[in-house]
């Protein structure tokens, strides 16, 4: 059955009295036959590709009859979405070609790689990237006998495709994505292919509400076409199962306007979805133009296509008597025994010679000049566009001077800050220089994490209807908060893939349902790096910061600190991991980070009150190196240390500074190093990171045979795993989260962890052998003091004055006036939800 309503995509009214949409062309009248015979040809040559690249070793143009040896002896691919892909891309080039179009797609379907690959070989673009792989019979060859194969292409539409912003393995990224590039990029249309498999999942399934923060005035537009081809690997998905009345609903009240195609004879589908892709570009140059001409007033009703095939049509229909094209057979490959069986290898011919290759290629194995004349020009075409390999479009960020932004710090110490506070004043001012290509995504945490001063520059982004009661929204915010991780991390991807540059912040905890996207991106960064065509972009910036150990008040579901260690297994030279100790240190870590390009740059740090450590001048230096001895805190010259007290982490550094202070105020002659890790790289071996240090810088920080007890932000395992293999590694005694948490106070959520201060005194003193018969007193009064502040806390419900009060004295005397040091950078507090 066929079908077009050319009723459903009426257009929410802008603002002024915009022109209305041209109405739909008749189905039978949106193509003249001879363009529309032209189109299903190219078509045809796209599928005859397709398949070839499935099947064939050898025999491009089949100029012989097929043989066993011209089969692959491994059949890998998948066959059921790729035809739909492609017929969606020949209407693509049709209407870049009539309307002048700036236009990318995104293939969400996970293996529509060889329709990719196929489509850009017939543009040229291809070839012009992958010289080998030329438009002759050679070239197509090659194109077959890489695809899927040792050495080769994955069947993925991966970094190596040009055209290409989105891999496709882990389905769920393809629209927000395409949101993400068409952020800021007036002129852009995003044509967004959505599988019906693909869209069962969650990141999918939120990715519809971001028309609500599409601003038709400055940013571009994204058209979702949604392929209904029925069918997963083996069951039937979700969207193709329920009822039109149902179908047109949902995704009217997601606010797109749908138009239907549907359809199983090619003619007839060719000219209903050229009628629905022209009536879908009409509506969005109507929304544009009024919203550029009048000024945003009310989010308008955008245009989607849901295009509904056979899955793996123009495929065999029947093969051994059970029915293929159009069931969830077609999903891979569809004949799977051709080089066993003589029949189904007659079968493939018959259906390779069915796309007629003598008529759309020419003898040399060229694309035919009809099929040519479908190809847009220079750099309209889908694998020339520019703005599917932004670095090509980059601009560095005009970033200001951080030493306006310092703390002043007296001495270590001395102040109380809340370390993001200043950051946020820095993040303001990059708003202010950077007005088109910078934006800041976060689930609606960007004021609780003190990040607010951005709000001076610019607003939450919102294109829905606004309320007096609202606190900085508006349609032309550039602060993207929306309560899904996926969205926040996908729509920065996308808008980084296309030039731009960005950071997303996070509670630490939450930060961890994307850590598939962040395993993702690095694996396209580091196929990126392989093609050296590919410019490199802005680096995704993730600042965790509402995390585990100040998280007392929330509880246990909001204490995670799990993110980094999935980072760290990506590949070495992508990821960098960052925890600075102080809000001066957070500045010359971000500042580096938005300088950087092609890495993953995850920097946590709280957004609690906290002391202290650095000036400018020495967090620069320190953070330049990743790793550090402090000389303030450290007694060992000229004898060395009796142990090495390291640390990584805010927290961990203000517990271990206590130890060092304690230690040295109960044990005199005690000799401590204390060495603060900034950059977590800088621990690993120099043959393993480039950041890493060679053995003798290490135990320059380090001496052999000096017991360490290392306090993690993270879990222990992680830092054990990183100075694995270095000379007494079992010297490094680590303490970090050990999943125990609850709603208490903040040391209260320390020593259920037993990273607290006099936990890791005791440790220490255990491991200074040197002193141990004279330091058992000492263990006694330091277990002492924990018995206190359970039973302080229990009753109190608040931790000790002498906790709270604390700060860092060079004498080692208890200060004298136990009260709160003053807070020159405090922001507001908030009761975190």
């Not at 670095?391 to 005009?398: N, S, Y």
């Not at 303030?632 to 240390?641: E, L, R, T, V, W």
């Not at 009796?642 to 982490?649: H, I, M, P, Q, S």
């Not at 009064?781 to 924990?786: A, G, N």
Request: charge should be negative.
């Amino acid at each position: 059955m066929f079908t077009f309503d050319a009723t459903l995509s009426t257009m929410v009214e802008t603002t002024g009295t915009p022109p209305p949409p041209s109405p739909a062309p008749a189905a039978s009248g949106a193509l003249s036959p001879e363009l529309r015979d032209r189109v299903h040809r190219y078509w045809m040559a796209a599928n005859y590709l397709t398949v070839g690249q499935i099947y064939l070793l050898a025999n491009p143009l089949l100029r012989e009859p097929l043989s066993r040896d011209h089969i692959k002896p491994r059949l890998l691919g998948h066959w059921g979405t790729s035809v739909g892909l492609n017929f969606i891309y020949a209407h693509l080039n049709r209407l870049i070609i009539e309307r002048d179009v700036n236009m990318i797609s995104i293939i969400g379907p996970g293996h529509g790689g060889p329709a990719g690959n196929a489509n850009a070989w017939l543009e040229g673009g291809y070839a012009e990237i992958h010289h080998p792989v030329t438009q002759d019979e050679a070239g197509m060859r090659l194109l077959f006998r890489q695809f899927s194969t040792p050495g080769g292409v994955p069947s993925h539409c991966g970094a190596h495709l040009p055209g290409s912003i989105n891999e496709g393995g882990e389905l769920g990224y393809s629209l927000v994505h395409a949101f993400g590039a068409a952020f800021d990029n007036p002129d852009l249309v995003v044509a967004c292919i959505v599988g019906d498999g693909e869209a069962e999942t969650a990141p999918l399934e939120g990715s519809w509400k971001s028309t609500k923060f599409l601003n038709p005035v400055r940013d571009g537009a994204v058209l979702p076409i949604l392929h209904l081809n029925g069918y997963k690997i083996s069951g039937p998905t979700v969207l193709a199962r329920i009822s039109e009345e149902e179908l047109q609903s949902l995704f009217r009240g997601h606010g797109y306007a749908p138009l239907l195609v549907e359809g199983d004879d090619p003619l007839r589908v060719h000219e209903a979805f050229a009628a629905a892709l022209n009536q879908s570009y009409e509506t969005i140059l109507a929304i544009q133009k009024a919203a550029r001409r009048d000024g945003f007033s009310k989010r308008p009703q955008w245009p989607m296509i849901i295009l509904r095939t056979p899955k793996g049509w123009t495929g065999p229909s029947v093969v051994d008597g059970v029915p293929i094209s159009g069931t969830f057979r077609a999903h891979q490959v569809p004949l799977a025994t051709v080089r066993e069986n003589p029949e189904h290898l007659a079968l493939l011919e018959a259906w390779l010679r069915g796309y007629h290759p003598e008529q759309v290629f020419e003898a040399d194995g060229s694309p035919s000049p009809e099929l040519t004349a479908l190809v847009p020009a220079g750099a309209r075409r889908l694998s020339a566009n520019p703005h599917a390999n932004g670095g090509r479009l980059l601009t560095a960020l005009d970033l200001p001077a951080l030493a306006d932004y310092a703390l002043d710090i007296p001495g270590p110490g001395q102040v109380v800050a809340e370390a993001p506070v200043k950051l946020g004043e820095f993040l303001r001012d990059i708003f202010r220089l950077n007005a088109h290509n910078f934006r800041l995504f976060c689930p609606d945490e960007t004021a609780s994490n003190r990040l607010g001063a951005v709000f001076e520059a610019t607003n939450r982004a919102s294109v829905a209807e606004e309320v007096s009661i609202d606190d900085h929204v508006s349609p032309d915010g550039r602060v993207m908060e929306v309560l899904s991780e996926h969205c926040c991390q996908g729509w920065l991807e996308g808008y980084l893939l296309t030039g731009r540059h960005g950071l997303w912040s996070s509670y630490e905890s939450f930060a961890q349902i994307t850590d598939s996207m962040l395993t993702q991106h690095a694996k396209w960064l580091k196929e990126c790096m392989a093609q050296p065509w590919r410019q490199p972009i802005a680096s995704l910036n993730v600042f965790l910061t509402s995390h585990a150990w100040r998280q007392d008040h929330n509880g246990y579901s909001h204490q995670a600190p799990g993110y980094v260690d999935n980072a760290l297994a990506q590949k070495n030279k992508i990821v960098r991991i960052y925890f600075p100790p102080d809000g001066n240190c957070l500045l010359e870590v971000m500042d580096d980070c938005l300088r950087s390009r092609n890495r993953i740059n995850v920097i946590t740090c709280g957004k609690q009150p906290q002391l202290q450590w650095l000036t400018m001048a020495e967090a620069r230096e320190h953070c330049s190196r990743g790793i550090g001895i402090w000389p303030f805190a450290s007694n060992d010259d000229p004898h060395g240390p009796d142990v090495v007290l390291a640390c990584a982490g805010d927290v961990p550094t203000v517990e271990t500074l206590a130890a060092v202070w304690l230690l040295r105020k109960h044990v005199p002659t005690i000799r401590l190093r204390l060495v603060n890790v900034v950059d977590l790289g800088t621990l690993m071996r120099a043959d393993v990171d480039p950041r890493g240090l060679d053995d003798m810088a290490f135990e320059e920080l380090f001496p052999k045979n000096v017991p360490v007890v290392f306090v993690h932000h993270g879990y222990g395992s992680t830092v054990r795993n990183l100075v694995q293999g270095r000379p007494g590694d079992d010297r490094f005694h680590v303490r970090g989260y050990m999943n125990e948490g609850t709603t208490t106070t903040p040391f209260d959520m320390v020593v259920l962890n037993q990273i607290d201060r006099f936990h890791i005194a005791m440790d220490v003193l255990r491991r200074a052998t040197r002193l141990r018969a004279q330091t058992a007193d000492i263990v006694d009064l330091f277990q002492h003091k924990l018995i206190t502040h359970e039973a302080y806390t229990r009753t109190h419900l608040t931790d000790l004055p002498e906790i709270e009060n604390w700060h860092w004295t060079a004498d080692f005397k208890d200060p004298e006036t136990p009260a709160p040091l003053a807070h020159p950078a405090r922001g507001l507090f908030f009761t975190d939800s």
